[in-house]
């Protein structure tokens, strides 16, 4: 640092004081361009002081007095107006160049709380939530699960039940595992195509078993769902549904707050799941034999929507797994009655 170009070389008499009790002496004050320079009479260096580290100890007051070191107690006083004009202003400009400790601490602090504030507002809760999820065991997923059908059959009725029905229903799911989910309800209304619980619960519309000639579209659908239920956990998006407090609630007791689970029923019954990724739906419809290009043109009559996995069947028609008899699909078809 250096001292301004408009006081360079500027000379002043003064008082120089070695230390608190020392004897004062006449000096001479040079200001240089990176320090403060005071000689004696005999013009003999009697101090240098960088101009970085000059203090002014008696601001507003006279005869102005400055030191380089607060702890020896040396300090010069000056009675020029120019001279304690041209130090203050050469300390102002050396302090605007200088860094600040104490504000790069505030920044940092306050850089800190930000950074603690943005965690909790937008980590927290969704690891809270996706921790939450991955603790539930099995056996309270289930639980979960049968709890929310009693919430469902409120809006969509019971699920459907007549003996042969529900026999061709159980054939069904056997041809299929253990590729599709082990419980299977069909429901009078509510749902238009298929949907899924917490604990393995997989909920089909009556009309996915009435308005088709195949009983390997309601295979594609039951396949496409346990896809579906693999790719996002339903425990996992009943807490994001709920929010935060639900899965607070879920975490330290156990259980979920009242009404909780009857709007996420409503939810289920009225909310179309995300599409499953293609390439492991593929897989699973290989897996179970069962060609995906009847589901395909059920899902989207014109294909168009559908076309990467109509392209892409890895099971030809020839080859597919038998899944029902004609009596046991007419049976099936039947589950609802008249």
Known sequence: MTA??????????????????????????TLGTATLTIVDHRDVAVAHWSLPAVERLNPGRRPAAFTANLESGER?????????????????????????????????????????????VFWLPEALIRYTAAIVPE??????????MEQVTRVSG????????????????????PHALPEVHVLPGG??????????VLLLGRAVVEDHESPQVVAGYMLT???????????????????????????????????????YAEHVLTTPGPAPETEPLLRRFL???????????????????????IEADPVSPTFAKPLLSDGQWVSLQGICGA
């Open 4 to 29: 301004l170009k408009e006081f360079q070389r500027l000379e002043a008499a003064a008082l120089w004081y070695a230390e608190p009790a020392a004897q004062r002496l006449d000096v001479i004050v």
């Open 76 to 120: 010069v006083e000056i009675e020029d107006d120019t001279m304690v004009r041209a130090i203050e202003k050469v300390r102002r400009a050396v302090m605007r160049t200088q860094p600040h400790p104490g504000r790069l601490r505030r920044r940092i602090t306050w850089g800190a709380v930000v950074a603690c504030l943005a965690l909790a």
């Open 139 to 148: 056996p309270a997923r289930t639980t979960l699960g049968h709890d929310l």
């Open 158 to 177: 019971h699920p459907c039940g007549a003996p042969e029905g529900l026999a061709a229903l159980e054939a069904l799911a056997s041809a299929l595992a």
């Open 191 to 200: 749902v238009a195509g298929s949907a899924h619980l917490p604990g393995g």
């Open 225 to 263: 769902e346990s896809e579906r239920a693999a790719q996002t956990d339903p425990l996992l998006d009943l807490l994001h549904h709920a929010g935060l407090r639900a899965a607070l609630a879920l975490f330290t007791t156990g259980a979920l707050p009242e009404g909780t689970l009857a709007d």
């Open 287 to 309: 897996a179970a034999q069962v060609p995906a290009t009847p589901f395909a043109y059920a899902v989207d009559v014109s294909g168009e929507s559908t076309l990467a996995i």
